[in-house]
């Protein structure tokens, strides 16, 4: 009996950073991009019927020969980039973009834009607060961004076909024909989250006393889930497919404090 395993997982990522100052401003960018590929294969063969327990190659059996074997890969490219700016340290920016592209779809919709923008602003720095010296910090922010899903199978844009199945042809029948026996969805595509957040953190009395308040609210689009098939279009399992949409809101909010 032959059995082997392989499995090759590689990873590179690159990025540059530039960072200036000037004045009352603080710039920093980043760009990257990264490359994750998983590679697996197997082999599997047996014989029986050996002339001596000392003859261990597998050509050497007579009887009971099988083999077996399969591989599968997955690539997961990436561009991204970010953007920080600063103003005082009272005004705050941040802006993210992800351009991914994963072999879990179709060519058409493999790739997938992903960006994301926050705000904030320090209250507790402007000037008309330095008078409020129980307030040690008060900050206002909001967010929007997107995150891409690609958990699902391999080749769900593609039907499955499988050997086995019997059909009859001039009036004999043969047991040793092919069949789709899964239906696929050509058109699958990323599953979307976008999530928007508006918050306020404070911090009074010498950081004694501190919290947060936040808004959210989310939605999940294109839900990726298998689906279905009645029995009448022949017995086929259900692709996987964008099935639905789920909103999420709420607030969130934690108080806190702290001494001897």
């Not at 409020?132 to 899903?149: F, M, Y």
């Not at 690609?150 to 019997?166: A, D, P």
């Not at 294109?222 to 279905?228: D, E, F, K, T, V």
């Amino acid at each position: 009996k032959n059995i082997s395993t392989t499995d090759e997982r590689m990873n590179f990522t690159h990025t540059i950073v530039s960072e200036n100052s000037f004045k009352d401003h603080n710039l920093k960018i980043l760009l990257g991009n990264s490359y994750e590929q998983f590679k697996t294969s197997n082999f599997n063969a047996n014989r029986t019927g050996y002339l001596t327990q000392e003859i261990s190659d597998i050509s050497s059996g007579t009887m009971d020969q099988f083999a077996t074997g399969g591989s599968a890969k997955d690539v997961l490219i990436s561009y991204f980039g970010r953007v920080n700016y600063s103003y005082k340290e009272k005004y705050l920016f941040e802006a993210n973009a992800r351009y991914d592209g994963s072999s879990r779809f179709a060519k058409t919709n493999r790739w997938g834009l992903f960006p994301s923008f926050s705000v904030g602003w320090r209250i507790s720095q402007e000037s008309f607060m330095k008078n409020l010296t129980w307030i040690d910090q008060l900050k206002v922010r909001a967010s929007w961004g997107q995150i891409g899903n690609q958990e699902i199978g391999r080749f769900q844009y593609v039907n499955l076909v499988s050997s086995g199945y019997g059909y009859p042809f001039g009036g004999v029948y043969n047991g040793s024909g092919t069949a789709i026996t899964q239906s696929k969805d050509p058109d699958i595509r990323w599953e979307t989250t976008t999530m928007t957040d508006i918050g306020l953190d404070w911090s009074l009395f010498n950081n004694r006393l501190y919290g947060e308040f936040d808004y959210f609210y989310k939605r999940t689009d294109g839900i990726l889930r298998q689906i279905a098939l009645p029995s009448q279009v022949g017995g086929l399992t259900g692709p996987t497919t964008n099935l639905a949409v789920v909103d999420n809101s709420g607030f969130e909010i934690s108080l806190n404090y702290r001494d001897h």
